[in-house]
């Protein structure tokens, strides 16, 4: 059975705000959007699954994080994006403000931090999810979304102040 | 290496994961432990910095072939499915359920501890602030109707099953673009977009903000709220219940400042609490 009008205009509703998620995850706004896009394909497949107590936003997070998860499994090369890289990425991300390096230097940072830290910070202080939504999202104990978060927001803050994080396995190509 | 606990503990209480007899123990601890508040004040200055970054990817034209994506294999006639007909089920009780809103209060709320507000006000709050960010870019069609069509109101109210008036907001510097109908939780809900009078600056596009009306849930809070998103702005209300005056909740989205939408938000009270029978502005 074919998914209902209303259902695809819930759908639209959410690509904004799931591309701004994909782009924070992968960088190359290309590869973001084949990841949205995967995540509608895959929303439309299953939408008799979807709840509609539920907000359509963080179950579709959840499939992209899926998403996000099943192709770095089957192709190591597509996601990550190297340290030396990052910055052509950073470039490639429209400026804005005066305080232009400082923001250069924060996309720089989190493209360093590992997948699994990088996740719930995101979804944590870009889309204002609650701790509890996050571990949904991420299928990962609310504790683990804690210990995560905190990590991941030292990691941040010392490689912003030149430092060399204790937990930048990151900047290895794959964790 | 491990993060200390007490880094966890500050993270939950920055992120507003944490009750109240907790939270006020850490705000107390932060007063005697200024190195450590300085930290915490960095970390919140990052979450802005990454917000302030990636919010403009909200503001790209969606790519078509996303959009083709949601469409493709669309029911090709609005004959209703079965998968509508459980849409209209939900619709119906929710009918019969009625609305019931009290008087409007005027007084503004905001979350005490909203560094890191975590869940944004109601769903239907988040609806309003999304169907904001995806028509106001929009250049060739960023409405259904034009404000020029007169059965704009009509087409409105007879889809939402209430009185839908369209509000003359050219004292505020704003006129009516038109309208389109969107989906909520239980059943239609409407956009009408407004765009300032005058000559944009040469290269940009006129500055829009947006109305979203729908029905309230019963027992929907009535109090006058605000919430800011990056640099959106987002005033969201409920409309009393009346004899001839429907409760209707109410939400104003827009790049203005608080006071600009404040006053944006006040005109359309103003007009709205004004006798039904008065004649619609476009």
């Known amino acids: 059975m074919d998914a209902p009008t209303a259902f695809r205009q819930q759908l639209l509703g959410a690509i904004p705000r ?3 998620y994909a782009r924070s995850l992968v960088f190359d706004p290309s590869a973001a959007d084949d990841l949205v896009q995967t995540t509608l394909e895959r929303a439309l497949a299953h939408w008799h699954q979807f709840d509609q107590q539920r907000d359509i936003l963080v179950w579709t997070l959840s499939i992209a994080h899926n998403a996000f998860m099943d192709e770095r499994r089957r192709d190591k090369r597509m996601t990550l994006v190297e340290p030396t890289e990052a910055r052509d990425v950073v470039d490639a991300l429209p400026a804005i403000g005066n305080d232009i390096g400082l923001r250069l230097d924060l996309v720089a940072a989190l493209s360093k931090l590992p997948i699994e830290q990088r996740q719930p910070l995101l979804l944590v202080t870009l889309e204002q999810l609650s701790y509890a939504e996050c571990a949904e999202v991420l299928r990962i104990p609310v504790g683990t979304v ?3 978060i905190s990590r991941a927001r030292s ?3 010392d490689l912003l102040d030149g430092r060399a994080p204790s937990n930048a396995r990151g900047l290895r190509r794959v964790v | 290496m491990n993060a200390p606990p007490i880094d966890t503990l500050l993270n939950a209480w920055l992120d507003d994961e944490l009750d109240a007899e907790k939270r006020i123990e850490v705000e107390a601890w932060l007063r005697d432990h200024p190195e450590e508040a300085a930290r915490v004040r960095l970390w919140a200055a990052d979450a802005e910095g990454l917000r302030a970054r990636l919010d403009s990817v909200l503001a790209e034209p969606v790519p078509q072939r996303l959009t083709q994506v949601v469409w493709s294999q669309a029911p090709a006639t609005a004959a ?3 998968g509508w007909m459980r849409w209209a089920a939900a619709f119906a009780v929710f009918v019969v359920g009625g609305a019931v809103g009290a008087a409007i209060a005027w007084r503004v709320e905001r979350p005490a501890a909203q560094m890191a507000s ?8 988040q609806r309003a602030a999304v169907a904001h960010s995806v028509y106001v870019p929009e250049v060739r069609h960023p409405v259904e109707v034009k404000a020029q069509e007169e059965h704009l109101a009509r087409w409105l109210t007879k889809r939402l099953e209430m009185p839908v008036k369209l509000f003359d907001l050219r004292s505020q510097g704003f006129e009516l673009v038109g309208g389109r109908l969107l989906p909520d939780a239980k059943g239609p809900s409407a956009q009408l977009m407004y765009q300032s009078i005058g000559e944009a600056p040469a290269g940009q596009q006129p500055l829009r903000v947006t109305i979203y009306l729908r029905k ?3 027992g929907t809070p009535a109090a ?3 919430e800011q998103q990056g ?6 209300w409920v409309e009393g219940d009346s004899p001839g005056h429907p409760a209707c909740g109410y939400a104003i989205v827009g790049d203005l400042p608080r006071e600009r939408l404040l006053a944006l938000a006040e005109a359309i009270e103003r007009q709205d609490s004004a006798s039904p029978s008065a004649t619609p502005a476009s």
Do not use: C, K
Request: proline share 9%; no cysteine.
């Open chain 1, 146 to 148: 804690m210990s995560r």
């Open chain 2, 118 to 125: 975590s869940s944004g006000g109601p769903s239907w709050v």
């Open chain 2, 216 to 218: 309230p849930e019963v």
């Open chain 1, 18 to 20: 799931l591309r701004r």
């Open chain 2, 224 to 226: 006058f709220r605000y």
């Open chain 2, 231 to 236: 640099r959106t702005g987002l005033f969201y």
């Open chain 2, 80 to 82: 209703p499915n079965t």
């Open chain 1, 155 to 157: 990691a941040l803050r």
